[in-house]
């Protein structure tokens, strides 16, 4: 596609459910990146994918948050056992290679309830 | 580590006056420095970056901002604001190593009155 795809747009879902949030990249771009955004709040820093190294998982809040990809393709985040505090728009972002623009997509909005 | 400072929470201003928006940065190295805005409920939209070069940047809606070493700052600036130019601005950072992510501000809104 054009831009980057999330999938979905809005996530309702009941304290210690899991979710999965998916990411389609724009394609031929080798980096991907998951920043989450609370309410009101900037952007953090959770996950980044660059090609096939090893990603850097240094912003992951806890062990229930993980994130695949697979190849220079699709990213999947899935927070395991959600909490209310997980609540937030979770934004993934890719760009062609390092040093250039990062392009974001319209986010997934998690709601737990 | 990198990092980034946007001191303003809030910048008001009047519909056909200029606007700043402060971002000062910290980092190792040459910096990457960018500015995104985010309208209400939608994601990040990309403004204009500084890579290397001219130091004064222009971008899209016609912001610019100017690059200046010495004082580590990366101010956006419109020469005459639009009330359609209300929102959420974010001024970011990385370095042009191999492996490097973007590091955000907290952010600045822009409210600009009729």
């Known amino acids: 596609g054009a831009g980057v795809s999330q999938s979905p747009s809005n996530k309702v879902t009941e304290k210690g459910k899991d979710v999965e949030l998916r990411c389609d990249p724009i394609?031929?771009?080798?980096?991907l990146y998951w920043y989450r955004q609370r309410l009101g709040q900037g952007l953090e820093f959770l996950i980044y994918?660059?090609?096939?190294?090893?990603?850097?998982k240094s912003g992951l809040p806890s062990d229930r948050f993980s994130a695949e990809r697979t190849g220079e393709s699709v990213s999947t985040l899935t927070i395991q056992r959600t909490q209310q505090e997980d609540s937030a728009v979770y934004l993934c972002?890719?760009?062609?290679?390092?040093?250039?623009?990062?392009?974001f997509g319209e986010g997934s909005w998690l709601t737990v309830v | 580590a990198q990092s980034v400072a946007q001191p303003e929470d809030q910048v008001n201003v009047a519909e056909g006056n200029p606007l700043t928006v402060k971002c000062t940065y910290s980092?190792?190295?040459?910096?990457?420095l960018f500015w995104y805005v985010q309208y209400p409920n939608r994601g990040l939209q990309f403004l204009l970056k500084?890579?290397?070069?001219?130091?004064l940047v222009k971008g899209s809606y016609g912001f610019e901002a100017e690059f200046n070493k010495s004082q580590t700052s990366f101010h956006l600036k419109k020469p005459s604001a639009l009330v359609s130019d209300s929102a959420l601005y974010f001024c970011?950072?990385?370095?042009?190593?191999?492996?490097?992510?973007?590091?955000f501000g907290k952010g600045t809104m822009l409210l600009v009155s009729p």
């Open positions: 970011a950072v990385r370095v042009p190593s191999g492996y490097s992510t973007l590091t």
């Open positions: 994918f660059q090609g096939n190294s090893a990603p850097d």
């Open positions: 500084y890579i290397t070069g001219d130091n």
């Open positions: 980092v190792s190295g040459n910096p990457y």
């Open positions: 972002a890719s760009s062609p290679s390092t040093g250039n623009t990062i392009y």
């Open positions: 394609s031929g771009h080798t980096a």
